[in-house]
Structures are given as structure tokens and as C-alpha cells.
């Protein structure tokens, strides 16, 4: 079993992508402007452990503003030893080499490592777990560790890290002596278990194990929940509480409201929420894979899929993003999916989308569902990729789906709180990880195909090198060419996935015998047997289902609109290409099945990739019969129809596309259905 | 000037309308079923200022729930002389005497009257403003001893309260040594405005102005808000704050963000901002009427009707009531009006539009417009009368426009924040006082008639005595009759409403003269000059609209619903009438205008009050097209047209009228627009 932070290694990008180009860019300019706010920030030279200006700013009790400089450091050294391999850079490969430097410098006589607690409060190791992301600082630091030594072949991050998790492994566990705590912020779970499964530590899949299973335990220390008795330890009132906190004791904030078997809907932050059942999915592929045994391995299996199916089904925009609530940052009731802070809330945090991706490649791993890769692909062409300008220089926190006045559409150059540019980068640095999963199982070698582009992927078997390269146009259009080797007496079987937006149509060229000896389509894969493809080892799949199409929101969701669609692409609507437009779309209304659709394929001057507009007709919403206040009875009138006028032309871009053209920042992407 | 608690003794209600009917079982039933809850729940006692168990009850930070036992008995008190006059009951006049006699002997030494801070927390008084209602139960104490002492014709009840608000009154203010403090809850200064129109008290008076003018002052204490002064004096971390703040400093909660006059939308918990609003109204209709001068009077009176205009066209349900957010009771952003809290909330607490009639009856005094009487009978009749089982022996504190598993529809008997069921009483007690204001304005007489019932009035001018009589069978039937009485020489002019959902159509009869010398109706009021009135001392107005119509809510609210109303009643459908009915009506959907609505009468036969039910045809919205995930992309589907099936037959019942009728607690204000 390996990660995907490390099969990436395999896999080739190939031809002329969007994937490839946002890798490109990522490598040539992102990781350099990244750099750059780490060197005007303080966060750069932070580990060499003098006192920052910043470190006095207590305006935000319980986090500082510079508590996760830890994690943006190694979330951007993770990034970077990716890309060092396909896309050496000597500025980079030195700012890695210094950063690593002052880790291992920083580190204490006994192991630990962490800014705040060694610089600002040396006094206040371990005594907020629920808020001070120490663990999760750490689990960062475990990955950027193992990218590093993946990268540069030795041990010089590796090393203070597993020192630093002996110590965590003394500090928490079931002992009486330890500490029964589980992360604030989940993320250090799936780092010890990459930790494992690269170098065999014993500690890190212990501690995980633990930090899943005790988590939400009601009377794991002395016969408290955790967080209820370390607050009390700080001699903290109990209604002293963060402000993502809507109440006192709400610790369904961060997942710990009830031990993880027994939550019965996806509740709170998301980013946490995501990266916890991640680690539980890395788990069960690991007892899969027979790397290590689960207690109750079943009710894991189907608290992932309770989970994830009232996330996919009742809680996630059609973009992939998932949390409509600001406060928590993340979910809120089932089918409440407003599009905008104007209407009620909509966050969508880039990282919650990256994370998706993340649970989705362990789920295939488990199961092999499309379900699983149709939401990992929507994740990445949509809430993912709408994350970073197309300069590569920008980005997003919060992906809404319709602006407003006070929250236009946009991107920042840097966060306080960066979590996101960096995450993004670390993505695309090992996205050749998400492609496909391949492999020996029994004898016979397999390949998954999950996401359509144009790439390589090589690998070992007992009987030698395979290697399968796929070439296409997508996320435009759906053909997509095979060319398989393999060496002789091989048996290779290759599934390929059918998105349920095709509704499965889709041609096989050469195509199957008349008559397959098994039934070739089953959970949204498409078998080809090894008969077939070595009889075959051209072979190409055209899916149909890139034209454009309208969805419609749940009506529970009670958003009378529709969105428009194409292959995995999700459209929006913005003033750079609407000028008409002054009310953010909040009026505009448009017509499926009436107005037609026109495609228009364009290229993006600045990068060459290719993309695809649509035009279509739309009308304004008149508002004249909705005087405010005419019958002084709240906002309602007398019935009647709703009047559309002024109809126009009206351009949709990819949701991604989107604020890299100027304009006003007006954009939304779920138009009223006239 | 005098306040609607003082001027209903000049109404007398006649016939047998709802009102008359609503009003006869509070006197009867209601108010001895909440003395026996009093008896019950250890508030009938409270004031023997002996230990009772539920003072240890701390499970609600900061606010015990004891905290509002005062303001319970003084709105019981003040509701039950009210209807003593008209309702004599010996068993209610004892009780009153009895409570009023532990209330004198519990006030302290120097005039303190508290029940908490007098047997709970002795050493706490004055401490926490923001949050521990002491100013707001004195307030109701105040009321309730005004009320008592028009009934009984006694100061037993006033003269502690006077000596109370003196040491308030040493307390509070500009001076260096007092507290720059304003009530956390507001009704203080209603009250102490009562107290001084009734007895010239000029602390009250002085005291109100304080604290209205002084609310919200950033630098007030010691250059710090108040709020966060006494909290650091209480040496609270600044991130310790009620369940009702949604963060540390939300002073919107209680209408402290901002100075009242720098208020630009109406926010926080909307009991509180009513209050406050009417303490404002107060003090504009007492410059008003020459009682007392008030500084900037402009922009406060723009003020009021820039925060009632964002309440009434923005954030008011079409039952009248206010507040979409559970957490802190109170507004949402504009146009959030989810119906349920399975859709994201709707709380329409009782009192809320129990003080929005407060308020209106105010803005009627200052500024003759039908658009608050619009309201005012909005909310009497339907957010506030559906407040109360007809039997008279249950209430709400919620009133949502939708059930849901979670929150059906029904009522309880009792509440242990139990604001309520008392204000109920109280309003419907001193209801005379809103049907109308009269008095004479230069020598000339005026009625301006706000409310339609059967009911008489009879008050004095310096010519003798007026009196007006109307008789109608409103709300069910737009006509009418109005009889005057008057002195020889009284030249009076009468005020007709004419509601705006009639569209003005009426017809008066004796008509108007053909080319009347004056525009006979300007802002939703008809005048009748005393010429004609003298002429036809009986005339009859005939409104027209009272035939079923069907509401739309504005777009931006995003409920693609309709509501049916009939004259000034909202009606919903429940399941006890159309027992079919399995989910809430949430997937029930109406087709206005192409499905025809019939009416039919009928009578309750416990109170033998009649009442209208609106038949029409219902369907069913089909969710087979939606089986959740089925795109594995969020709860979308492909597009086409919602599928409507399963005709039936739906009964629609008055809003005031659900849950009295049994069936399994399923109702719905708002049903789908087919």
C-alpha cells in the first residue's frame, strides 16, 4: 500500500492540460510567491526562534495569528520537494535546505517541536489540545518530512520528526500516565499513518489508532470528555469557549461530540471532519492491504459511508464544496445551500474540497464506486481549481457561489490563516497520485483508472515494467485514448470510469465481444478484462455527455435555480464577461430547454490552455411588482407571475475561470430558472 | 397622553368576536391556570424570599432560571387587573393581594427589589447589567404596579416601586460617581415612561432618557463600552459570553453595537429591540403632545422608521412575526425566512410581535399611517393569537410557519422561561387601548379608528361626552357600523383604516360627498370631517377584499412557496384536517389561480366562535427524479420539470387556529407554488 503522495512518483503528465498547466504554474510561479509571504511575513526565518512582532497580537483569543506558521511551512516544503523532481529550481531547493536547517535547530533537548509553545508560552506544552493545533503542526511537519526524504534521499527533516513523535507517543495514550487527548484539529492521524507505511514506526500507527478510537469518548479523562477537563484544568470557565464554538460544549465543532461510530450525520469543521475520516478510510485500507488488523472494521466501513453520503447527498454545492456556515466553518443542516453570505452562507473552504479529494482516493482504495471519483473529480475542476488565479498568484479561502456586495468575487494574495495556498500547491505537486491505482492482487495486475487526462503511469510487477498512457482532451472532450505494455505472460485487467453525468453512454473502440463473460459495467466502472487488453493494447473510450447541461438543486435546498454544467466542468456567470450586469446576478434568470445552448472554444492567451464558453439567453427578474412593504405585512405581495424582461445574451465561463478577467467581482454560478 | 394600559377602560368590547372570545377565556381559564403554574414552579412564593431547590439549579450560564420569576408575577399581576375591572374573580383578586403584599415586604432597607440578588446572590446586585434582567424585571414591577393601582385605587404595589426607582435612579446616569449603564434586556423604560405620564415622577422620566440616549456609547465607562467594562470588572476573559452571543462582543445581541441613533438595520433579539424601539416611539409622542422636550427628534423619529421599515420589509414573516435565529432570538439578515428549523430557522417568538403591536400603537400616535395599523392587526391576529390554545390553557414561545419531526406543532403549558403566556394576558387585558386614539387637538375632537371589532368607546371633551360604537363581524366580514354619540358643538373627525389588502375598496355609506373639499384618504386612512360626521352620526364602511388571496413571498427570500390569507387572517394547513398528510406538507404543493378556493363557515363549538375555513386542491411533489446522489455531485439532479401528483382535497385553517384540533403536529404556513 502507498499513498498517493508517493505513487504520484509513477505517473507522467503528458500533453498540453489544464492539469498540466496549473502544475506548471504552481512550479514556476506559485511556489515562488508562496516563498515570498513567508519572507514578508516572519514566517520564513521563524524557526531560527527569535521574538516576531506579530507574536504580540493577542486580538484572537485562542488562536494567534502566527499558530499555524508551522504547518504553512511544511505544507509548502511538501509542495515543493513534489515539484523538485519534474521541475527543478535552485531558489527553491535552497529555501528548502535553510527552512529544514532551522526545523532541526529548533528542536528541544526532548524532542519537541513547535513555534508558539517554544518561543511564546515555552510554559503551555499540551495543555490546550482542543484549540492549539500542536498535533496538527506536527502532522504537517511528518509529511513534509517524508516528501523531503523521498525528494532528497536522506533523513535531515525525518529525523527531528520521529523524535518528536516519540515523545507525542509518551504524552498521549491509554496509559494512566498519558494524556487521553485526541487532535483539536484532526491531521496528524493521516501523517503517522504515511509514516507507517513508509518507514514501519510503530508509535505513529499506535497513536492513531488511539487518537481515532478514543476520540468523543464522554468519560475518557477522569470520567470527563477531554476537552471538558483540560478546559477545566486551565481554570477556564465553561462557557469560556472559541468563537467557532455557537455554544458552549458544542464540541460537534470539532468531531468529539460523540465517539466516531456513533455520529450518525457529518457535523461541524469540515477541513477536520474530512481529514479525520480520511485517517479512519487510511485504516481500513491498511487492515485491507492486511498491513495491520481493525477492531470492528465493518462499522468503520459504515461509518464512512453514513458519513459521506450525507455529506454528498444533503451538504455539498454542486461545485464540490462542502460547509455553508462561516461561524464553524463548515457543515450546516441538511440541504441548507445558500449560495452566498447575502442569502444565508456559503464557505466552501478550499481545503474542505482538497480533503474530499483526499477521503474519495482512499474510498477507491476500499470500494471501487464512481461515486467515489465523480466527487474526487468535481473537487479538483471546480471548488479546487477556482482556489488559485490563473497567474498562479492569487488565491481563495472561501469559495462562495454567488457574490455579494459585501463579499465579492475574488482572490487574496496571502492569508493570515494560509492554510490554502498550500495546500493547493502540495495537491497539484502529487496529483499524479489521484489518477489511477494500480497494482499486483493475487497474481494478476490491475489498473483503476479514476481521472481522465493525458499521462503515463509506470509501475513494477513480479513479471516486470507496465506502463499505460492515456491521451485526451478532457475536461473538454471525451475521448480518451489507451496504449498499454506489458510484459509477456502479464494478465492486466483495466477499469475505467464512467462519470454519471454520461448516464454510461459511452463507445469502447475496439469494441467488447458481443457477449462478455461478465457483466462489464458494475458501480461506475468499466471492466476490460485482461483478454481484452491483450488482444487490445490500443484501445480507446469515448464518453458521451460534454455537451452542456442544466442541473437542479434538491427543491429541500429551496434555491429556485439552476446550474450549468459541462462533463465535469461547472459554469458560473460573471460581469468581466457580462457587462450588463449590476445586482450580482441575483436577478438574472435563464431558460433550460427554451434557450438554447452555444459552445464557444477559446484559449487563455497567457497560459495557451484551451477552455469552453456558453452562451445562452437570459432575462431580469423584475422587482417593480415586489415594492417593498406594499401591503405592510413583511416582504410578500399580491400573487401573480414573475415578470422577465430585458433579454440578452449572457456568457458562462468554468467556475474556475472565474475573477481572472477584471470586472466588478459579480458572479454566481446557480441562476433562477425563468 | 396616555398609554393603551391605561386608555382600554374607556373601551368596552361587545358582540361576540374572537376577540371578545379570546378575551373571556384569559379572564376565566387563563389566568388561574397560570397562577396554578405559578403554585406549582415555586414563583407564587418567591417573594417570602425563602430558599427554594431550583436556585441550585446553575446548568444555564449566566442566566438561572429563577432569573425572571419577578417579571412573571408582575405581568400576571398587571394582566389580572386589567380584567378584574370587567372580570371580577375573588380567587384572582386574592392572589393579587397576596403577591403584592410578599413584594412590599421583600423590598430591602434602601429600597432594593430583587428576588435573586436578594436571596441567591446578595453581594451580586448591579454587577452584571448585560446579562441579569434586573432593570428589566423592575420594569415589569413598575408596570404591573401602575395597573394595580388603576384597579385597586392603592399605592400598595407603586410605593415600593417608587422607592425602588429612586435608588435606581442613584445608580444610573452621566454623573461621575453612577453607572453609565443601560438595561441588557430593555423595558425599564416603557415602564418608567408609564409611571411618569401617570404620576410626574421625573427620576423615570430622566432615567429613560438615559438610557436610551446613552446606549451603545463605545467610550461610556472609563472610555470602554459598559458591557466590556463590567465584564472586565467581573473579571470575565473577554471570550466568556452567553450561548446567546454567537461571539465574544456581539453587542448586537442586545442592541449595544452602536448608539440607537447610528443603527442602520434592526438586529439581535428582537424582544429586546421592540422594547427599546417603544421606549423611543414613547419618547417622541411625548415631545408630541408638549409633555417633554427630546433632543435631535428628527433623526430619532428617522431612526424608528428606518428600523421598522428594514423589520416590516426585510426580516418579518407574513404571520408578523420577527426573528429567523434560534441562537439569539432574534433577526436574521434581510429576507431570511426560512419557515422551519428543518430549512434553517424561524423562532417568531410571541412577545416579539407582542411588541410589535407596542410599538405600532406608538408610531399610529406620532404619524397616522395605516401601515402600522396594517401590522399591529397582523400581528394581533395571528403570530400573537396563535400564542394561545382556545381553550386558553396552553402557549407557545415559537411560532414557526412549518413543523418538522424535530419541532411540531403544538403548545405547552408551561415554559421555564415563561415570558410568554403572562404577555399574552396582559395585551389581551389591556387590548381596548389599540382599537383606537381619540382626544381633542385644537379644539377639534378626533377618532382614529385602528382596529375593526364590536366594541364601544366613551371618553370626555371639553364638551362633554363622545361616544363611538362599531359593530362588525371582522375578521370575516368587511362591514362596519359605526354609531357616534356626541355633545351639540363638538365638531370631531373620524379615521377610518383602510387596510392595505383591500386595495382600497370600500364604499362608505351615507356616501361622501361627491367632491369632498379635503383628499379623504392619505396614507391608508379614510377621514370623515366633522361636517359629515355630524350629518350621519350612523354610517357604515363596507371594506372589499375579504375573499381568499394568495401571498407571494418576495424572490430574495428564496421560498418558492405561497401563502393563503383571507382580510387580515393567515391561514396553514395541518394534518388534523387533512390527515393524508405524512410529511410536514413540505412536499405538498397549490396551484393559485388555476385551482379554485371556496370558503366555508363554521363554529367552534366550545366557545361557539365562528370561524372560515379555505378549501382548495392540493398535490404532491414527486421526488422520485431525485434519489439522493444520484449524480454523486450533491443533492442536484439533471433538469426537467417537477413532476405534481396525488390530487387531493386540503383544508386550510386559520394560522391562530392550529394545533387545537388534535392530529400529529404537521402544519405549514407556506405550501409549494404548483
Redesign the interface.
Known amino acids: 500500500m502507498a499513498h498517493p503522495q508517493v505513487t504520484f512518483r509513477n505517473t507522467t503528465f503528458t500533453g498540453n492540460s489544464i492539469l498540466v498547466s496549473r502544475r506548471n504554474t504552481v512550479a514556476s510561479t506559485t511556489l515562488k510567491a508562496q516563498l515570498e509571504q513567508f519572507k514578508t511575513t516572519g514566517r520564513y526565518t521563524c524557526f531560527e526562534l527569535k521574538w516576531h512582532p506579530t507574536y504580540d497580537d493577542h486580538s484572537m ?2 488562536v494567534p495569528k502566527h499558530l499555524f506558521w508551522d504547518s504553512d511551512l511544511a505544507k509548502w516544503i511538501e509542495g515543493a520537494c513534489y515539484f523538485l523532481e519534474s521541475h527543478y529550481d535552485e531558489e527553491i531547493d535552497d529555501a528548502v535546505r535553510y527552512i529544514v536547517k532551522t526545523i532541526r535547530s529548533a528542536q528541544q533537548e526532548d524532542g519537541y517541536l513547535n513555534l508558539h509553545y517554544t518561543v511564546v508560552d515555552p510554559k503551555g506544552r499540551w495543555s490546550n489540545i482542543r484549540d492549539m493545533h500542536e498535533l496538527y503542526n506536527c502532522g504537517h511537519l511528518i509529511e513534509a518530512a517524508l516528501a523531503h526524504r523521498n525528494y532528497y534521499k536522506n533523513n535531515d527533516l525525518l529525523e527531528p520528526l520521529i523524535k518528536y513523535v516519540s515523545l507525542i507517543s509518551n504524552v498521549f495514550g491509554p496509559e494512566n500516565d498519558k494524556l487521553h487527548a485526541y487532535p483539536g484539529h484532526p491531521e496528524i492521524e493521516m501523517a503517522l499513518l504515511r509514516l507507517y507505511v513508509e518507514t514501519g514506526n510503530e508509535d505513529a500507527y499506535r497513536l492513531t489508532r488511539y487518537f481515532v478510537e478514543e476520540r468523543g469518548n464522554s468519560t475518557g479523562q477522569d470520567g470527563k470528555l477531554y476537552y471538558d477537563w483540560e478546559a477545566e484544568k486551565r481554570q ?8 467557532h464554538y ?3 460544549g458544542a464540541h460537534w465543532y470539532n468531531q468529539a461530540h460523540a465517539p466516531i461510530l456513533e455520529q450518525q450525520t457529518i457535523e461541524g469543521h469540515s477541513v477536520r471532519a474530512l481529514y479525520l475520516l480520511t485517517a479512519v478510510a487510511d485504516l481500513l485500507c491498511m487492515e485491507k492491504r492486511g498491513l495491520a488488523p481493525m477492531n470492528k472494521s465493518s462499522e468503520w466501513l459504515a461509518t464512512l459511508h453514513r458519513l459521506w ?1 450525507n455529506m ?3 451538504k ?3 461545485t ?1 464544496g462542502i460547509g455553508a456556515i462561516k ?1 464553524w466553518e463548515g457543515f ?7 449560495q452566498s453570505t ?3 452562507g456559503c464557505y466552501s473552504e478550499t481545503c474542505a474540497s482538497i480533503a474530499i479529494m483526499f477521503l474519495a482516493e482512499r474510498l477507491l482504495a476500499i470500494d471501487l464506486d ?3 471519483g ?2 474526487m473529480e ?1 473537487c479538483l475542476y471546480n471548488n479546487v481549481m477556482t482556489a488559485m488565479s490563473l497567474d498562479g498568484k492569487s488565491f481563495t479561502y472561501v469559495n462562495q457561489l454567488g457574490s455579494s456586495e459585501a463579499d465579492k468575487s475574488g482572490r487574496e494574495d496571502w492569508f493570515w490563516c494560509a492554510c490554502c495556498p498550500p495546500n493547493y500547491s502540495r495537491l497539484f505537486g502529487s496529483l499524479g497520485g489521484y489518477l489511477w491505482h494500480y497494482g499486483e492482487d493475487q497474481g494478476e495486475t490491475y489498473i483503476n483508472v479514476h481521472l481522465y487526462t493525458s499521462a503515463r503511469v509506470v509501475f513494477q510487477t513480479t513479471h516486470g515494467t507496465v506502463e499505460l498512457e492515456q491521451q485526451s482532451h478532457w475536461p473538454w472532450d471525451g475521448t480518451v485514448s489507451f496504449t498499454l505494455q506489458q510484459p509477456k505472460d502479464t494478465r492486466t485487467t483495466v477499469r475505467l470510469r464512467i462519470p ?2 454520461t448516464n454510461s453512454t459511452f463507445t469502447l473502440d475496439p469494441p467488447l465481444p458481443e457477449k462478455p463473460k461478465y457483466n462489464p459495467i458494475s458501480k ?1 466502472y468499466l471492466t476490460l478484462s485482461p483478454d481484452y487488453v491483450a488482444a487490445n493494447p490500443n484501445f480507446t473510450l469515448k464518453l458521451m455527455g460534454f455537451t452542456p ?12 435555480t ?2 450549468l454544467a459541462r462533463g465535469p466542468i461547472i459554469y458560473c456567470a460573471e460581469d468581466a464577461q457580462n457587462p450588463w450586469e449590476t445586482n450580482h446576478f ?2 438574472v434568470a435563464v431558460k ?2 427554451q434557450a438554447a445552448v452555444r459552445e464557444e472554444s477559446r484559449v487563455w492567451e497567457p497560459t495557451g490552455e484551451s477552455y469552453i464558453t456558453l452562451h445562452t439567453k437570459a432575462w431580469t ?1 423584475s ?1 417593480r411588482a ?1 415594492k ?13 407571475e ?1 415578470e422577465l424582461v430585458d433579454e440578452r445574451d449572457i456568457v458562462f465561463v468554468p467556475y474556475y475561470f472565474r475573477a481572472n478577467s477584471g470586472g466588478k467581482g459579480h458572479m454566481r454560478v446557480g441562476l ?1 430558472k425563468g
Chains 1, 2 share one sequence.
Open positions: 483569543w485562542p477556564e470557565s465553561p462557557w469560556k469557549r472559541p468563537s455557537p455554544e458552549a453520503d454528498v447527498d444533503k455539498m454545492y454542486v464540490g461561524q450546516g443542516i441538511d440541504y441548507f445551500l445558500p447575502d442569502e444565508g464512481g461515486r467515489y465523480d466527487v468535481l454519471a453525468w461506475g447541461r442544466w442541473l437542479e438543486p434538491h427543491p429541500y435546498t429551496s434555491q429556485n439552476v446550474f441575483k436577478d433550460p430547454g427578474r422587482l415586489w417593498d412593504g406594499q401591503l405592510g405585512t413583511g416582504p410578500v405581495r399580491e400573487g401573480g414573475v433562477i
